[in-house]
C-alpha cells in the first residue's frame, strides 16, 4: 500500500536537448547538457541584421503526481456503501468463536484393547 502512495504522488521532470531531430542529452534530476553549438544572440543593428535559425532545441516533459490523498466517505455511491457494509459485516463474522460443544464423555474413560485387531484379520496399511 505504501508503494501506491508513493507512485500516485510522486512528480517529476525530464529534460531532453535536441540538435536538429538527434536527442543529444536525457535528464532527470538537473538540466540537461547541450551540445555546445548553440547561437550566439547577435547585437542587431540598425542598418542590417541576418539572423539563422538555431538548430537547437530543448524540450521537458513533466508528470505531476496527486497532491490530495484524502478519500471523503460522503462521496461513495449506494452501490459502494453496500458492498464496505456487506465486506465488513463478513469479515468481523469470520473472527467470532465457534460455540463449544459440551462433552459428555470426559468423565468416561476409553475402552482397554484386549486384541489387536488389524493382527488378527492380518490386514497392514501400507
Do not use: W
Not at 512528480?11 to 531532453?16: A, I, K, L, P, Y
Not at 548553440?38 to 537547437?56: D, L, P, Q, R
Amino acid at each position: 500500500m505504501a508503494l501506491v502512495v508513493l507512485f500516485s504522488t510522486l512528480s517529476f521532470t525530464v529534460d531532453m536537448h535536441y540538435c536538429g531531430d538527434v536527442l543529444v542529452d536525457t535528464s532527470m534530476f538537473h538540466t540537461a547538457e547541450t551540445c555546445g553549438m548553440e547561437m550566439e544572440k547577435t547585437v542587431t543593428t540598425s542598418e542590417c541584421s541576418i539572423a539563422k535559425k538555431n538548430c537547437c532545441s530543448d524540450e521537458q516533459i513533466v508528470v505531476d503526481g496527486q497532491d490530495e490523498l484524502q478519500l471523503s466517505i460522503d462521496k461513495l455511491t449506494l452501490d459502494q456503501q453496500i458492498f464496505v457494509a456487506s465486506f465488513v459485516y463478513s469479515y468481523i463474522n469470520l473472527f467470532d468463536g465457534l460455540e463449544e460443544k459440551e462433552n459428555t464423555y470426559n468423565d468416561y474413560s476409553p475402552p482397554l484393547v484386549i486384541r489387536q485387531i488389524y493382527k488378527l484379520d492380518e490386514t497392514y496399511l501400507i
